[in-house]
């Protein structure tokens, strides 16, 4: 699991430093605290922990300039201003952490404020209610993508697939037949919608963080406004799968995305539709982690049981 690492402290006069005191403005008492700054160990840009001393109050950084994942070439200031955007956005209708302010100057930085409490599967691991954490996820999401309703972008869900497939590293043959799949899906009635909405469109549950009983959406930096509402869905079930893989038996998490489908349906027959569609998304979802896996077995397993979930088309 990602943690912040301590790196070192800044005093008054820092530049960054300086600039974050003035638009933190009336948040902060002591102008001139000492600032600690700490790095998150695992994130596709850098992303640091400013914490104020004796203020009680802590900002996250994400410096998009500065790349730290496999993607290293994009439009940093484009998805600086993308995340502030879906962050405003999503906050008049969820928890999310408030967003602060941008500055192209210092490595097209995004500044927003720090939610302390624990991730998703620490509730898992210390058998904490699982299943009531995940009531709440499916009704946050639920809120999400029942307020942001807008046209829907079929052709971007099945691009995001072709993103997933083209950093994957497989040989040909394998992709021939993953996109022999994916067309199977395209043709299908399945993934039609006449209205799309906002997904998170990373909802894996490091994004998800509990604070004071509350959940807590981060980072909507691959988040989209014209998507399919299941994405945000088999993301998080392949997550439970893979999570519960790593433990031994990924059959364990049948009963978990069960219930968090069942309780994000508003309906029997919603929930039979949402049943059909899913295995598009966790394929998606196992793909993805699949590309961080280095262990040749494990990703194996995870391409194995992506394909298994497309050829659910074929059953239908």
């Not at 914490?51 to 994400?62: L, M, N, T």
């Not at 999570?243 to 309906?267: C, M, N, T």
Request: hydrophobic share 35%; proline share 3%; with cysteine.
């Amino acid at each position: 699991m990602a943690s912040f690492e301590y790196i070192r402290t800044i005093k008054p006069g820092n530049t960054f430093g300086d600039w974050l005191i003035e638009v933190l403005g009336d948040r902060l008492r002591n102008k001139d605290c000492e600032v600690r700054v700490f790095k998150l160990s695992h994130a596709s840009h850098r992303v640091c922990r400013y914490e104020f001393k004796g203020e009680g109050f802590s900002v996250i950084a994400k410096f998009f300039g500065i790349p730290t994942g496999m993607i290293k070439k994009y439009d940093s200031y484009d998805l600086m201003k993308k995340e502030y955007k879906y962050l405003k956005k999503a906050r008049r209708i969820i928890d999310v952490p408030e967003p602060i302010a941008i500055n192209k100057g210092f490595h097209c930085v995004l500044v927003s404020e720090y939610v302390p409490g624990k991730p998703l599967f620490w509730y898992f691991d210390h058998r904490k209610e699982p299943k009531k954490k995940l009531e709440y996820l499916a009704d946050m999401l639920r809120k999400l993508h029942e307020n942001t309703q807008a046209h829907y972008d079929k052709e971007n869900e099945f691009s995001k697939f072709h993103y997933v497939l083209k950093h994957l590293k497989i040989n040909l043959h394998e992709k021939e037949k993953y996109e022999h799949l994916l067309g199977k899906w395209w043709y299908s009635s399945f993934l039609d919608r006449e209205k799309g909405c906002m997904v998170h469109n990373d909802s894996t549950p490091v994004n998800y963080i509990f604070h004071k009983g509350r959940p807590f959406l981060l980072d909507f930096e691959l988040a989209s406004r014209h998507g399919h509402f299941a994405c945000d869905l088999g993301i998080l079930c392949a997550e439970l799968k893979h999570y519960f893989a790593r433990k031994g038996s990924d059959q364990r998490a049948e009963p978990y995305i069960h219930h968090f489908l069942r309780h994000y349906s508003k309906d029997e027959e919603e929930f039979r539709k949402i049943t059909e569609i899913i295995p598009f998304y966790m394929a998606y979802g196992l793909l993805r982690i699949a590309i961080l896996k280095c262990n040749s077995k494990y990703r194996n397993y995870l391409l194995k049981e992506a394909k298994s979930c497309l050829k659910a088309i074929e059953k239908m």
